[in-house]
Nanobody, 129 residues
Framework: QLQLVESGGGLVQPGGSLRLSCAAS????????TAWFRQAPGKEREGVSS????????NYADSVKGRVTISRDNAKNKVYLQMNSLKPEDTAVYYC??????????????????????WGQGTQVTVSS
């Protein structure tokens, strides 16, 4: 079964940190660019960060720049999202997604949902005191 599984979400106080993980099973992430999206209650899903397949090029939403780092470990078939200085407005369900294609070998993919082939089920992040 081809799937992405997120983990690492939870409850954290404002200013705290979390590291989200996304594990691929049934396929290799080697040729897939990946991204993290999030969806807060009552809001549309939005892109947070993305990373290219081969050279590690990255893209970040303005709302998280300087606080979030995306990385990948192809040997472990995983992608990570390190989030620091968390704010209440970061509260959302976080999803990882994978996009196949040569367009994303050396360029971080856009946040257009239609380009992504696989999606995880999401992990809840709640930032609250």
């Amino acid at each position: 079964q081809l799937q992405l599984v997120e983990s690492g979400g939870g409850l954290v106080q404002p200013g705290g940190s979390l590291r989200l993980s996304c594990a691929a099973s049934g396929f290799s992430l080697d040729h897939y660019a990946t991204a993290w999206f999030r969806q807060a209650p009552g809001k549309e899903r939005e892109g947070v960060s993305s990373i290219s397949s081969y050279d590690g090029s990255t893209n970040y939403a303005d709302s998280v720049k300087g606080r979030v780092t995306i990385s990948r470990d192809n040997a472990k078939n995983k992608v990570y999202l390190q989030m620091n200085s968390l704010k209440p407005e970061d509260t959302a369900v976080y999803y990882c997604a994978a996009a196949y294609g040569s367009s994303w070998y050396v360029q971080a993919p856009t946040f257009e949902p239609s380009i992504y082939d696989y999606w995880g089920q999401g992990t809840q992040v709640t930032v609250s005191s």
